[in-house]
């Protein structure tokens, strides 16, 4: 078999004739982004053949001339019988990500959220227990004198040992002088023992809040004896080099193998992260008895291993949306193997457990009569509607643009990022902001809206997202039926090459931004509302938070409403995560919200085609839902 030689990692591998080369980077352990998840659409992962001969079908997303340079996209090369060397280009965007600070999420809205009566109660407590001596004549067994003790401080409820701590009973008992501390799970009528230890240990007790997103994982820390967050950590979730979002990762995962691969990537991003806390903080795993985990309907599947296929095809069915409780050893989550681990909730194919523990966040959880909208804005868009009468919810495909997908200089919110951007009304010349303040490697989301609104406010677009070719400006190319816009000179990029935006990238851009607008007009139309009955609208999620909400105006992406009424709430799905770790209270509130929630499948609705026709201008074909912006 031939070798196959990655540069500049040298990692090497054995590969047979014919197999695929993005196949065999990853056998090798060389991370090439496809965020299409290989089907040759992005154009993203491109690598250069520099020996060797290999068969590629990458003409039409590239061109002659690079083809001619020797590049090709890694997902359409098919590896011959002789040794390829392949030279993997930095893959921009990968490495220091802007990420919000979990304690300002929560710190935006924990006041309000935490009434002074709410009841402090874990999934798991720990209890320091003092268990009789035992005596010659009483008949009683170990666990017999240890359930006692339990039932004198906590109720005459059945006592049932895990396996573990059967083991560990006889020994740990009698290590302390009948001291020691329990770890249990209370359900109504039974007590659940899951760990012992001797002495008492009731100090060394923390649990973990994992929010599972489809770009990014984040997990917060909590020391359980008095509720405070003591560290978070945040991380691209390694699933993006199998697709960037939810459709292109089960196509993924109907291949051989590659279901089992994307449980590992993600069990990878959550146990590295935990790994971090533990080391920053002291924490021992064996002291992490309470988990939750919140995520999309299809993170879920993907972490547990459960076929995600049928949540693509009609009549799109999950395998499960309310979990039973499992443990971390069978999740494979590096804490106590014994912890119970708790997951949120989804409520349909595309509505998951991270909206139920978001929703917990927002007027929704209340009883109040206001109505309110929350949209989370990701790869995946959720919106929710509702008051204390009832709550709608519906999901849109808002596609992967926002985080680079299918724009050719697109790129996460990383370092070199443009995040924003102001136009000369004269000339079309760019000013740019990056992230780090660095050279620009290309363009993210925020970026995106900020260009586009700019752009459209002087004149350089039309509401079509077409560039003016009645005016002559250096940084406007026109090439037969088509134009692009340079944001950066090559001699400005840290790339060394043009940072441009097309014509093409304009209208992936646009239909993302309908899709959210238009399923948040099209559910309120279910509930026969309109933009103006909504008294408060949370936007919710990671790229939610760095919004411009005049930008997202300006194109059509949120309503044009009263700037009040809108309330950024960050990554609601951690914060509410916290919330269902921390007490049975929410745990009860979350299902019930759950269980209310109608589920609406936009694309068996025939109107949601047209709002979304509507939609797809700037800032929309009816200019009187957007008096503000004056284009």
């Known amino acids: 078999m031939p070798v196959i030689t990655f540069q500049p990692s040298g990692k090497s591998i054995d590969a047979k004739a014919g197999s695929n080369l993005l196949e065999a980077a990853r056998k090798a352990g060389v991370e090439i982004i496809a965020p299409c998840g290989g089907k040759g659409t992005c154009g993203k992962c491109i690598v250069r053949i520099s020996s060797g001969n290999v068969e590629s079908n990458s003409l039409g997303i590239l061109n002659a001339d690079e083809l001619a340079d020797g590049y090709v996209l890694a997902c359409k090369t098919k590896i011959n019988g002789t040794p390829v060397t392949v030279e993997v280009p930095e893959q921009i965007g990968r490495k220091d990500g802007k990420f919000t600070s979990a304690g300002e999420d929560t710190g935006l809205i924990r006041e309000e959220l935490f009434p002074h009566n709410w009841q402090y109660n874990p999934l798991a407590v ?18 017999d004198r240890l359930s006692r003790a339990i039932q004198r401080d906590w109720g005459k409820d059945e006592v049932v040992y895990s396996f573990e701590v059967i083991r560990k009973a006889a020994d740990t008992i009698r290590e302390d002088d009948g001291s020691v501390t329990v770890t249990m799970i209370r359900e109504p009528g039974c007590s659940h023992i899951i760990g012992i230890e001797a002495g008492n240990k009731t100090e060394q007790h923390y649990g973990i809040a994992v929010d599972i997103g489809t770009t990014t994982v984040s997990i917060q820390m909590i020391y359980l004896p008095d509720g405070k967050v003591i560290g978070t950590q945040t991380d691209y979730n390694d699933q993006i080099a199998c697709g960037l979002d939810v459709i292109s990762r089960i196509n993924y995962a109907a291949k051989a193998g590659n ?26 795993p064996r002291d992490i008895y309470n988990a939750v985990i919140s995520g999309n309907t299809t993170m879920i599947h993907l972490l547990l291993g459960l076929t995600p296929e049928y949540i693509r ?36 194919s595309y509505v998951g457990g991270d909206i139920t523990a978001g929703i917990l966040c927002t007027g929704l959880a209340t009883p109040s009569e206001e109505l309110s909208l929350f949209i989370d804005i990701g790869t995946n868009g959720e919106i929710v509607i509702g008051n204390c009468d009832f709550i709608m919810t519906c ?15 697109g790129m996460r919110a990383a370092l070199g990022a443009i995040e924003k951007v102001e136009i000369n009304p004269d000339t079309a010349e760019a000013k740019y902001q990056t992230i780090g303040n660095v050279k620009p490697k290309g363009i993210c989301g925020s970026g995106m809206i900020s260009l586009l609104a700019k752009l459209l406010l002087s004149g350089w677009i039309d509401p079509a997202g077409k560039l003016d070719r009645a ?16 944001i950066v000179p090559a001699a400005e990029s840290d790339t060394g090459e043009d ?22 007009s099209l559910i309120l139309k279910q509930v026969e509302m309109n933009f103006e009955d ?87 074909t009816d200019k009187s839902l957007f008096p503000s912006v004056k284009v």
């Open 126 to 143: 720990k209890w320091c227990v003092s268990v009789a001596e035992a005596q010659l004549e009483d008949g009683l067994s170990d666990l």
């Open 259 to 284: 279901l089992e691969e994307l449980r590992k990537r993600v069990l990878g991003t959550v146990n590295k992260l935990i790994a971090k806390l533990e080391a920053m903080h002291h924490v021992e």
């Open 313 to 348: 095809l009609e009549p799109y069915t999950p395998t499960i949306l309310q979990a039973p409780y499992l443990t971390a050893s069978e999740v494979g989550i590096d804490i106590n193997p014994q912890s119970w681990v708790y997951l949120s909730p989804s409520v349909g």
């Open 395 to 409: 999901a849109c495909s808002a596609g992967p643009a926002f985080e680079g997908g299918g724009i050719k200089c």
């Open 471 to 486: 005016r002559a400006s250096e940084f406007i190319k026109v090439e037969n039926r088509s134009a692009s816009y340079i």
């Open 499 to 520: 940072i441009v935006i097309s014509e093409v990238d304009f209208e992936n851009i646009i239909r993302t931004k309908a899709a959210i607008y238009s399923a948040c």
């Open 534 to 620: 909504i008294s408060n609208i949370y936007i919710a999620g990671g790229f939610g938070r760095f919004l411009d909400l005049e930008m997202s105006i300006t194109i059509g992406l949120l309503p044009d409403l009263d700037r009040s009424k809108f309330k950024y709430i960050g990554n609601s799905s951690l914060t509410g995560t916290y919330m269902v770790l921390m007490s049975q209270e929410f745990r009860e509130k979350q299902l019930d919200i759950a269980k209310r929630m109608t589920y609406i499948d936009l694309s068996s609705d025939p109107k949601y085609m047209d709002q979304y026709m509507s939609a797809l201008f700037l800032p929309h």
